[in-house]
C-alpha cells in the first residue's frame, strides 16, 4: 500500500486537550486512519461509514476482508445510524457494561458498507469508556470502525510505541493517550441468539454477563474467521514471533528455562527462576493489563523461545487463558 507519514500526537489519557483530538477528527473525516486508545487495546480506527476508508484498515493490518471489524460509537443517536435492531438482551447488556469493554453483535443498519461486516447481516458495536476514544469519536460525528491496530494475527498494542513499531507508514495519525488499563480486547457477545452467544471471553466476565440476561452459550473458537469461517485460519492470533510454550507448574517452568535463550512470563513472583523473566501479578485483571506488553518486550529480544507459566483453568482466567493459547498455537 502507499506509505504515508505517521504523525503521533501525545494526549492526556484522562482529560485530551481538543486541539490534537480535533486534529485526528479532521483525519477520520477525510478518510484517513487514525490509531487512538480505547480501555481495551489501541484501534485502528476509520469513518466506519466510508467504505473506501474502512478498506484502508484491511490493507494497512493484511487483514483477511471476512473479518469484520468492530463499530465504535459515542452515544446512541450514531446506534441508530449502526443497529437495524436493538433486542432486548442488548439493551440490558449495554445498560450494565456501556460504556465498556463489551460489543454487542446486533443485525446491521443499511448505511453501514458490507467490507465493515463482511458481507454478512449482522455488525459488531462497542461504546467505548476511554476518556481518548469516546472524545475521538464524538468530534468526528461518524461511528468509527476500529479493529486493534497490529498487523494481522500479530500481538495487540497496549501502548502507541507498539502500533508505531507495526504500523509505521501505514496509519496517518496516533494519538498516544499511554498504556490501555484493560489491556485485553473486549468480550464480544452475539445477542441476535437466544441465549446470546459469547464469541470471545474479554474483560467483562461470562459471570458478570449471565448476571444481567441468565445463562449465555459460549463459543470459544473460530471468532476470528468472522461470518464466513474458514477453520483453523486465525487461530494463531495475539502471537508474538518467537515461539510460544505454555507451561504448567513452577518445577517444569524452572527446568525449562534454564535451556537455551529462554523468556519467561511467570505467574507471580518469580525468585530463582532463570532465563529473561517478566513477573506478571497472579491476578487476571492485573495479568491481562501487563500481558501483550511483556510479550511486546520479550519478541523484541530475538529469543529462541518464551515460557509461559499457566494460569489455573478457573473461569476467571478464561479471557486470558484464550489469548494465551492462540499465542502459543503454531501453524
Ligand atoms: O477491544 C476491542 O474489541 C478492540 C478495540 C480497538 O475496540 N478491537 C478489536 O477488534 O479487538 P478486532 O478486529 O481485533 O476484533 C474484532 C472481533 C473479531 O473477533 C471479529 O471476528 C469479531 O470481533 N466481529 C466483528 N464483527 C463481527 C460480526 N458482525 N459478527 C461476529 N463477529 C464479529
Ligand atoms: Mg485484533
Partial sequence: M????????????????????????????????????????????????????????????GRPPTNPVIVHVADEGMLTLVAADWPPAAAALARAFWPGPLTLVVPKAAAVPDVVTGGGPTVAVRRPTHPVAQALIRAAGVPVAAPSANRSAELSPTRAEHVLAGLSGRVDVILDGGPTPAG?????????????????????????????????????????SGPSPSPGMMARHYAPRTPVELVAGRDRLVGLASRGRVG???????AGVPGEVVALPADPAGYAA?????????????LDRVLIEEPPATPEWLAVRDRLTRAATLE
Wanted: no cysteine; charged share 20%.
Fill in 2 to 61: 502507499d506509505e504515508t507519514i505517521t504523525l503521533v500526537l501525545r494526549v492526556a489519557p484522562d482529560e485530551p486537550s481538543p486541539g490534537p483530538i480535533a486534529t485526528a477528527a479532521a483525519a477520520l473525516r477525510r478518510g484517513w486512519l487514525v490509531a487512538f486508545p480505547t480501555e481495551t487495546v489501541y484501534g485502528l480506527g476509520a469513518n466506519a461509514l466510508d467504505p473506501a476508508a474502512v478498506g484502508t484498515i484491511f490493507r494497512a493490518k
Fill in 184 to 224: 485485553i480486547e473486549s468480550t464480544v457477545v452475539d445477542v441476535t441468539t437466544s441465549p446470546p452467544t459469547v464469541l470471545r471471553p474479554g474483560p467483562i466476565s461470562v459471570e458478570q454477563l449471565e448476571a444481567v440476561v441468565g445463562p449465555v452459550a459460549q463459543r470459544t473458537k473460530g471468532v476470528e
Fill in 264 to 270: 519467561v512470563l511467570a505467574l507471580g513472583p518469580a
Fill in 290 to 302: 501487563r500481558l501483550y506488553a511483556a510479550l511486546h518486550d520479550l519478541d523484541a529480544l530475538n
